[in-house]
């Protein structure tokens, strides 16, 4: 058996915050800080992991992976608590090592982690705490230290002037025996100014009970922070970008100005990608070689294959090929499949559909639920009718069609290869391969109508 576990705690409301829901799903870089912890865990190695959920445990669920296990604390009574109602999961797992790390701080790396728990077996340590200095410690509980070892832990309320003072701070991420911490657990009593039961509190208990207690420096003092408020949270989202571009600078990814670009740390982006002002690039996005994106994009879930470039566009959980451009003013919703050398130019939506290779839908053009060929050109206008008002369906255009400009597909509908439509066709039925189908009215045209009309009105 694993002798790693790990109990999250996430059960805080978020008052501070003043979210409704759970302080953990408050986002860091578009993602709930719980999710980053989480990932922190198992990125240690760290499969069994209890997560302490509370009022808005509905929410968290959410975001859960499969085997993690969940306990449920009712009432917010301070982090010791929360580790208590973990119990269950702790009883079974008396003799392993035991992580306790909080829901609200997302930056405690899977280096950190093991850094802790080295030095916690090399020092066969009762307890293990991550400590840090930092230039502004307020609210963050203080390392109390006599002779050099650590003594106990004081809450920024609780603390006189001369604890105030300390630099040193705790994670409130800890290595713990199993066993002692369940006996650290039930010695612990609400002695303190909010009459909660401070996880806190059990460093001084082990230590009373004549146990060796650590702590382990973070070494970076930005691993520490967590968020109670809104102020900290943009701090910590300002932290997070900040690391993100280091790591892509040092793989390549050319970004002149970082204005308004924030990306999301499970980016794929390879080297020779430039990304320009205002764009967003949120979850498991994956940028092949010499992208351009932005300025002022947004990609979600996107996979770019090399040398394409998007401007001022929305490319949504979507594939597409190398050398696709896509803008200005375009948006590639949900599932879509778009094939090398496509264009896609401006006020161009698609949504749900394959475009096969180098085809070019230039300007104004709706293309829905279609599957369509290579070398396809849509003229400016073009609308795929899918939706009858009651049942979506789907338009089907062979290779080297040509769709004239402001042609209605009325689907379900299928061009055959290399047919044509005229400019302003209306298409209600399946057109053969090779033909051209006109579909609207013949002109009338009366010579002189116009001039004797305006002689009517009296204006020649
Ligand atoms: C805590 C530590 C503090 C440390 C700081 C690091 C205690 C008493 N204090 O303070 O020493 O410097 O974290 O960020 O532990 N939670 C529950 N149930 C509860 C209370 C809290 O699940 O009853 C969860 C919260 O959701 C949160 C985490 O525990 O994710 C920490 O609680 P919070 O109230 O934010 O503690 P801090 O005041 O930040
Ligand atoms: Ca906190």
Redesign the pocket.
Known sequence: MDQRCAVI????EGRRMRTEGA??MCQVLFRPMLGWVLDNCTGAGINQICV?V?KSAQEVYGILPQGVTTAV?DR????G??VRCAREFLENRRDADILVT????PFLFPAVIQKAYDLHKAQDNAVTVVSSRVEDPT???RILRQGGQVAA?V?DRDGDDATRAIKE????TYWFKGGLLLAALDRLIPANDQG?L???DTLEILRKMGYRVGACDAGDSRIAL?A?TRRELHTLNEIAREMVFDRLYDGGVDIPVTDGVMISAEADIAPGVRILPGTLIRGRCQIGADCVVGPNSVLEDAVLGEGCVVRSSYITRSVLGRGVTVGPFSQIRPDCQIADGVKIGDFVEVKNSRVGEKTAIAHLTYVGDTDCGAGVNFGCGVVTVNYNGVTKNRTTIGDGAFIGCNTNLVAPVTVGQGAYTAAGSTVTVDLPPDSLCIARSRETIKPGAALKYRRQKGKE
């Not at 705690?9 to 805080?12: D, H, K």
């Not at 701070?169 to 409130?172: E, K």
């Open positions: 705690l996430a059960a805080g302080k953990a302490v509370g604390q917010r009574l301070g982090t608590h929360a909080l829901g609200d701080s609210g963050y509980g832990i809450e701070i705790n994670a409130g909660e401070y996880l806190t967590g109670n």
